[in-house]
């Protein structure tokens, strides 16, 4: 069977099971959107392992993209009602395998891309962040780490208002290796009004500071998933006005490889913290945590059916009514086709579980690798999923759920 068309009418109804406190309690309608997809897909493209939205629109990055020096990485503007492609953005100064796309994030005014492969200072691939005109699709800066031990500079972006945060994991310093750091800049003018180094970094080295950002109010919140003795991870939390770092968290009951932090989302609220290493009942089945605006925990969210290396929480997501966790390792529709899970924001209660809707679901496709939602509308990533003339290419699926309880 072959992979429906990129194009289709306009949110479709899916039907899936909604769940409540583990019993099947009706099949109600998810509506489907558009599926997204690259100008000129090609071969492992990578399309969809970043998505961001906001408003009426979607920025997906395809890292691997072939540019004008082989696999330099590109990003793609859509409407997000027709799926219509509004833009197509690459990087200015490519040096190759520049990981354009790789993290990306939207805002009102402007599409952020960033390439931690990308050209440093020195022409070296330390990394860096693009910051185009949401409107017209002009380019306004290219920012670049001011550390000559950057080394991923754009592995991660998250903006509120006019602040950007770039993480740089793999930045070192004169006396300590790959310890990370986060740096904050005025999307107006590009400059960098903060620098964020590690709190941990002359006890642990490569903690992967700056794996993750996300605002969460006042404060911005870091991840270091490989911090802690057995890479059990922590997550800070910043004053991003003065720097201050009032929090630190770490999972409730650390384990090993537990990966606290590889993803966060957050709103001025709550604050999700993914780990895709937690075990179980089955190893690497992967956990979510809730915590409140200052730190406070609340509940832990697991798959109702875990199952080895599904990874869930290696990408999370926040709407006002509910809470998205993929878990791009579920073998629901085939091994590592992958999976999301939809639970009540304010209880915890899982609503539904929806497979990889790909007609021609393979290996790894990787669904649920990265989200982004407004609303009631979120979108997925399956940077490996098959198009109909192009395997493991990418593409991204857009999604509404229903309207909540409280709504009706």
Known sequence: MKVRRAVVYLFSLVLVLLLSSGNVSGLQAVEQGPSLQSSQPTLLDGFGFSVSVEGDQVLAGAPH????????????????????????????????NDLFGLSVSLTADYAIVGAPRGRG???????????????????????VSPNQWAAAFGHAVAAQGLLVAVGDPGASTATEFEVGEVYLIDAI???????????????????????????????????????????????????????????????????????????????????????????????DAGAVYLYTNTGEFLRMLESPKPGKGDRFGEAVALLPDY??????????AGIDAGSIFVFDRKTGTLQ?????????????????????????????????????????????????????????
């Open 65 to 96: 993209a072939t540019g004008t020096r082989g696999q330099t990485g590109k990003a793609f503007l859509f409407e997000r009602a027709s799926g219509q492609r509004l833009r197509e953005f690459t990087p200015s100064s490519p040096l190759g």
């Open 121 to 143: 200072t020195s022409r070296r691939p330390a990394g860096s962040v693009s910051v185009f005109d949401r409107s017209t699709g002009a380019l306004r800066h290219v920012i």
């Open 189 to 283: 003018t590009g400059k960098i009004r903060r620098t964020l180094g590690s709190p941990r970094a002359k006890r642990r080295r490569a903690d992967g500071f700056g794996h993750a950002v996300t605002f969460l109010g006042p404060m911005l919140a870091v991840s270091a998933p490989h911090g802690g003795a057995g890479d059990d991870g922590r997550v800070f939390l910043f004053d991003h006005e003065s720097g201050r770092l009032p929090r630190v968290l770490e999972s409730p009951d650390p384990q090993t490889n537990e990966y606290f932090g590889w993803a966060l989302a957050s709103d001025a609220e709550l604050l999700v913290v993914g780990a895709l290493g937690r075990d179980t009942t089955q190893p």
């Open 323 to 332: 809470i998205i966790v993929g878990a791009p390792g579920h073998d629901a």
């Open 352 to 408: 539904s579980m929806i497979a990889n809707p790909s007609e021609t679901t393979g290996v790894a496709d990787l669904f649920g690798l990265s989200l982004s939602g407004a609303g009631r509308d979120f979108v997925v990533g399956s940077p490996y999923g098959d198009l109909e003339a192009m395997p493991d290419a990418g593409l991204v699926h857009q999604f509404r759920l229903p309207v909540s309880q409280e709504e009706r």
